[in-house]
């Protein structure tokens, strides 16, 4: 049913049960906000009308309306700016800021926050109220997420991110007034809580409260020190988004110029994530072909992904048999890193700096993990994120548009289209399906694309005849729908041979380390879409053709699922919910 | 309470008092069964901890745990409910919960002298419970019996048309 309706005296037609908000976005007509949050491919929406920024005037309504939550009605007149509306959103805003600090040039979301652009874009220059400030301390005690609860605005959207979509659970509103804080219970610092540092929270958070643990500087001081060896790897998602943080289109792949960013700033080989995931695809595959032949511990589910994997250990501990073996591809790569590629060069595996650039918050937490050192020796050094790299790269002055295109080091920069889709949703599962495909049938496929699995819904499910075989897979993005995916597999309800698991909605290309997004969810799309560009775009496009990782066999690991391999490509699970004593 | 316990992995060396409060608590949640309706289970989540803090005296993080849960909601969403109400605490009180009313009603009829009379016999703050462990005090808002104003509880017992005068007496009978 459709309902008729005026804004600012212009006619405008919606679905009944739309929103102000939503039939002045028709219009073109800008209302601004500041709580509201809403991501339609991810059938998420924040609506708490908390913050009161979007009032507007209704006819015959006496008080003022917040547009985000008010539904249409047939006949309805509204005015965005009359005076009444200016006036109690200035001082909304004027009341907001008396609480907010000003620090905003040292603010880790300087030029990216939603509440500074507000500010400006309602040309407030003075600040009326002279409020008491909150002060609470700064919670550092994790090596992924940063929280600043003096900055917070209580929005909550981050709760509706931790809560409604990742179904994570350790973020809530505690206490009431003025002393209302959203934290984990018993206000506990986040290093001991259930969060997974997926960063889904920090990108839905509007301010300065929620940033990642910056460790740009520590990349600096390795960079400058000459006894060190300072080897980079830049995840797949990274590339078709680190050009948004220098003006580029969105979708842009910039692969190219990051590699020439990259050793502009003096590292002294850079290498890719991607020559490690088609390592992953060698071990992951190994192991699915194996458990399905043998028909044990079915579904075999990814383990890429260290924020899901962290929310298995707590949340299914029951399960943790199920997920691969095979570390992640940032993992495979530092040990890979420090031990053949440290004999190949002949440099002690402690002067050696392995730097991940990722597009995920996770992955800091996950290089920390106290399995991955050998004899001592991280696998991992030092994980920065998407922006902290961009962030990097001002601070050296490169003007990162006009650099020319550079290609990767050898041999860990060699890698296939199957490795770059792993930064959407889907990619891992497609890449695995393409070697597994070849390697059961015994010869080159040419029908590799798996179009079933991409796409940035939340659950797919394919089923893949290969040889005699027929493969029933499953890809899921987002903890929420992780969890109702586990819970069938619980209860006995699916029935898959592999499944395949993001944290984040749609996967790295939305990690909590990407540039913000603010919740245009076009340009998710346009990052997806660009990967799979890239895939096709490149000469060899199957794990196993890649004729590095074809090397590092015969020279080094032997076959898929060796000793060697298992040592240093494989790893083990915690149960996190009953923890030893 | 189910032999696999929800929420910590000691339940085995659990001494039996405490056992018997969570098989309480336990039983309690199942008559109302919470799992009819998931989706309407937070509606039962005060009445739960209400009965959980009359039975443990307070809301220790294990109890919280339980009862988020048995209810299927996150452990952060229950200290959430527990740290907006003021009635409800998640550290240990006294044997004796004395709350002074300071709603509006016995506010005016002279509440804070009232309160101002058990911080100095018993030389702890609003919030505080003494050394001895024996005497909560607290402050709530309207228990509904304004007719009585100043009202003040102890445990689950109303003293109406309360004085400053009247405070030595209440402690007395405490000690007995």
């Not at chain 1, 560009?533 to 196993?544: E, T, Y």
């Not at chain 2, 009635?87 to 002298?113: L, M």
Request: charged share 25%; with cysteine.
């Amino acid at each position: 049913m459709n309902v008729n309706l005026k804004i600012n005296d212009r006619p405008v037609t919606v679905e009944a049960g739309s929103t102000i908000l939503e039939a002045a976005e028709k219009l073109d007509i800008k209302i601004p906000t500041l709580c509201h949050f809403k991501m339609d491919c991810f059938h998420m929406e924040h609506r708490s009308a908390s913050c009161r920024i979007c009032v507007v005037e209704v006819k015959g309504r006496p008080n003022l309306a917040p547009a985000c939550s008010t539904p249409v009605m047939e006949g309805m007149e509204v005015k965005t700016n009359t005076l009444r509306a200016i006036n109690a959103r200035r001082t909304i805003l004027d009341l907001l800021l008396s609480d907010h600090p000003k620090d905003c040039l040292t603010c880790p979301k300087n030029l990216n926050c939603q509440l500074q652009e507000l500010a400006q874009e309602m040309g407030l220059h003075h600040l009326l109220f002279k409020g008491e400030q909150s002060t609470y301390n700064k919670d550092l005690s994790s090596n992924a997420i940063a929280r600043d609860l003096d900055k917070c605005i209580m929005c909550r959207r981050c709760e509706t991110a931790c809560n409604s979509v990742q179904t994570v659970g350790v973020l809530s509103g505690v206490g009431r007034g003025f002393k209302a804080v959203v934290a984990p219970a018993g206000l506990r610092p986040l290093a001991e809580t259930e969060c997974v540092f997926c960063g889904q929270c920090v990108q839905a958070c509007p301010v300065g409260a929620l940033s990642e643990i910056d460790y740009k500087y520590p990349v600096w001081r390795a960079l400058n020190d000459p006894g060190k060896t300072v080897v980079v790897q830049t995840a797949p998602a990274v590339r078709v988004a680190i050009g948004e943080s220098f003006g580029l289109e969105p979708g842009s792949i910039s692969t190219g110029k990051m590699v020439a960013a990259l050793r502009m700033l003096g590292f002294d080989k850079v290498f890719d994530t991607d020559f490690a995931a088609d390592l992953t695809i060698m071990e992951e595959t190994t192991e699915l072909i194996e458990r399905v032949k043998n028909n044990r511990d079915l579904p075999i589910l990814t383990s890429c992904c260290p924020g899901w994997v962290k929310f298995l250990e707590h949340q299914f501990p029951e399960l943790i048999y199920m997920p691969s073996t095979a570390k992640s591809p940032q993992q495979m790569f530092g040990a890979i890193t420090k031990s053949y590629y440290a004999q190949k060069i002949g440099v002690a595996p402690e002067n050696i700096v392995v730097v991940s650039v990722m597009p995920c918050l996770a992955k800091k937490y996950e290089a920390s993990r106290e399995e991955f050192s050998r004899n001592g020796v991280r696998d991992v050094d030092i994980v920065i994120s998407t922006r902290e790299l961009a962030d990097m790269i001002r601070e050296a002055g490169i003007q990162f548009d006009q650099l020319d295109e550079e290609t990767y080091d050898s041999p860990l920069g060699e890698s296939t289209g199957a490795a770059v889709i792993f930064g959407a949703t889907g990619g891992v599962l497609e890449a695995a399906l393409r070697t597994a495909a070849d390697w059961i049938a015994g010869e080159d496929l040419q029908e590799i694309d798996f179009k079933a699995v991409r796409g940035l819904e939340g659950i797919k499910e394919a089923t893949v005849k290969v040889g005699g075989l027929e493969l029933k897979a499953a890809v899921c993005s987002g903890l929420g729908n992780a969890r109702k995916l586990l819970e069938k597999i619980k209860r006995g309800e699916a029935n898959y041979h592999a499944i395949e698991i993001m944290a984040c909605p749609g996967g790295c290309l939305n990690g909590g380390g990407q540039p913000y997004h603010h919740g245009d969810t076009t340009i998710l799309e346009k990052r997806m879409e660009a990967l799979y560009r890239a895939d096709a775009g490149l000469p060899i496009r199957k794990s196993h053709q890649n004729p590095s990782i074809q090397k590092l066999y015969e020279e080094f690991l032997g076959e898929p699922g060796s000793h060697c391999a298992h040592t240093l490509l494989h790893t083990t699970y915690i149960d996190r919910k009953h923890p030893k004593k | 309470m189910s032999d696999q316990c929800c929420c910590c992995s000691d339940c085995g060396a659990m001494p039996p008092e405490l056992k018997r409060k969570f098989d309480e608590l336990d039983r309690y949640i199942a008559e109302l069964h919470p799992d009819d309706n998931p989706d309407r289970s937070r509606g039962f989540l005060i009445q739960i901890l209400h009965r959980a803090q009359g039975l443990f005296g307070y809301l220790p993080e294990d109890v919280q745990k339980f009862v988020a849960a048995r209810l299927k909601l996150s452990p952060a969403e229950v200290y959430g409910v527990i740290s907006f109400y003021s009635y409800f605490t998640d550290k240990p009180v006294g044997r004796y919960k004395i709350n002074v009313c300071t709603g509006t009603a016995c506010f005016v009829k002279g509440a804070s002298k009232v309160l101002d009379e058990f911080k100095r016999r018993l030389n702890i703050k609003e919030g505080e419970t003494t050394e001895d462990g024996k005497f909560f005090l607290g402050a709530l808002r309207c228990v509904g019996a304004c007719s009585l104003a100043p009202v003040v509880m102890v445990n689950d017992k109303v003293y109406g048309n309360m004085t400053a005068e009247k405070v030595a007496d209440i402690l007395k009978e405490c000690a007995e």
